[in-house]
């Protein structure tokens, strides 16, 4: 009815406003100063739409304008600093994201966002830093909400993808990014993010392929090459650190094992099967405390009967490992018959009987006395089956009524050589002994 009135387009520009309608309110808010470059309130307006959706320098010059026609409008003279604050974190933003300070990145959008609600840029740029945070939720709850408005838009696509991408979920991921490139073929971001997102899906199937075929040299090489295609991948590059780990353990290279275990969970603490790895490997290097610290963690995270177990059987090794090792005394294996138990016996005791010793030093004889001793408590323990056993399974023996503080080895030396006088040590020259049976 009357196209030609300034009031009605900056009247309709502020209704919109109010909607949250900016980009329909700043073509308003343009038309109304075109019909009337004096209308400051068009200007106003303009330049709060302006700023409302991001142009921070295009807000700044219709400020500007509103304060050429009226230098003491309170109104423009504080749109025109925040318009100035946005430029600031804009460009604190941009310097932040090359340094890789994501969180300050994410401060300076927040407040940024605050001037500029409808500011889709601000809000990929923090979404995707929240992604590179690990923050996957807020990040794609963010790109969400941009989607619903524009199903097209090809940063929130790829922000999508991105978080899929983090999470290990790169299937998914792969089809965010080829659905970003649709929109916008240039895409750089999605185009090397949809790259490495195969790549990185390929070397894994290979080497998870090579690892079931029983091929672990190639499974170890193709999971390293997974882990050089992309750094900031900290989910999947936890489970390839502990797929190689698996390898390594394979391999019996199991203190490399515990190492790729460890990167495991410095990039993922909440990785049970990283923990559960490394303690396996510890248990099998006689790391027992280190076993009984992971195990202990695993089964705070998941309390079921199998975690419970295998720290209980963590914590009988430890045990075990603090008392006298019988068998390394001897020097046999676990498995050793009784016959080799009652060889390793005669070995050790002749070697370490004190009359052997008697022309040495009181140092020397006091060493070969207490190795003598153990010898006789070794061989007492493991030549009896009953003790054996509860030595084994890492009970106390004491219980049995054996205080070894009152051990006398030279009763067991001579039960086992046939009584007094059935053997001697005799000199044949300085320094040296044959053994005389009688």
């Known amino acids: 009815m009357c196209p030609k009135n300034a009031s009605y387009y900056g009247n309709r520009a502020a209704t919109l406003m109010m909607l949250g309608r900016f980009r329909e309110a700043l073509g308003d808010a343009q038309q109304s100063v075109r019909l009337d470059d004096s209308f400051v309130r ?3 307006r303009e330049g709060k739409c302006h700023l409302s959706l991001g142009n921070a320098t295009a807000a700044c010059r219709s400020f500007q304008r509103a304060l050429e026609l009226d230098h003491k409008n309170a109104q423009a003279q504080q749109e025109f600093k ?22 300050k990145v994410v401060f300076c959008m927040d407040r940024a966002l605050e001037f500029a609600p409808a500011c889709h840029r601000f809000k990929i740029l923090k979404a995707e830093c929240l992604a590179m945070l690990g923050r996957y939720p807020e990040a794609q709850s963010v790109a969400s909400d941009i989607l619903r408005m524009d199903s097209t838009n ?12 983090y999470e290990d979920c790169i299937e998914k991921a792969v089809q965010f990014f080829v659905q970003a490139l649709r929109m916008a073929p240039d895409h750089e971001k999605a185009c090397i993010a949809c790259r490495n997102a195969k790549a990185l899906k390929a070397k894994k199937e290979d080497g998870n392929k090579a690892f079931k075929e029983g091929n672990y040299k190639l499974a170890y090489e193709l999971y390293t ?17 502990c797929n190689r780990g698996t390898v390594n353990s394979k391999l019996r290279k199991l203190d490399d094992a515990i190492e790729d275990c460890t990167n495991a969970v410095k990039l993922d603490d909440t990785y049970i099967k990283a923990y559960l790895r490394r ?5 099998d290097t006689e790391q027992y405390e280190e076993a009984v610290r992971d195990y202990e963690k695993v089964y705070q995270t998941e309390k079921t009967k199998e975690h419970k177990q295998l720290l209980k059987n963590a914590q009988l090794e430890l045990k075990k490992s603090k008392r006298k090792d019988y068998y ?20 050790r005791a002749l070697m370490h ?68 006088g059935g053997f001697s040590f005799e000199a044949s020259g300085p320094g040296n002994f044959f053994f005389q049976f009688g």
Do not use: W
């Open 82 to 103: 925040n318009a100035n604050a946005v430029m600031e974190y804009e460009k604190i933003a941009e310097t932040d994201f090359e340094k890789r300070d994501f969180r």
């Open 328 to 347: 390394k005394i001897l020097g046999v294996d676990k498995n050793a018959s009784e016959d080799e138990i009652k060889k390793a016996y005669r070995k």
């Open 353 to 420: 009987h004190p009359d052997r010793h008697s022309g040495a030093s009181a140092e020397v004889q006091k060493e070969e006395e207490k190795k003598f001793k153990e010898v006789g408590e070794a061989f007492t323990i493991l030549s009896d089956p009953k003790k054996k056993t509860r030595y084994d399974s890492g009970q106390d023996l004491d219980e049995e009524g054996m205080n070894m503080g009152d051990f006398d080895p030279n009763n067991i030396f001579k039960a086992f050589f046939g009584g007094p």
């Open 154 to 165: 090809a940063d929130a696509l790829y922000v999508r993808g991105l978080c899929l991408y």
């Open 42 to 44: 068009g200007h106003l």
């Open 279 to 283: 303690a396996q490997c510890y248990m």
């Open 225 to 241: 090459e997974a882990l050089g295609i992309d750094p900031n991948n900290i989910k999947t590059n936890a489970k390839l650190y």
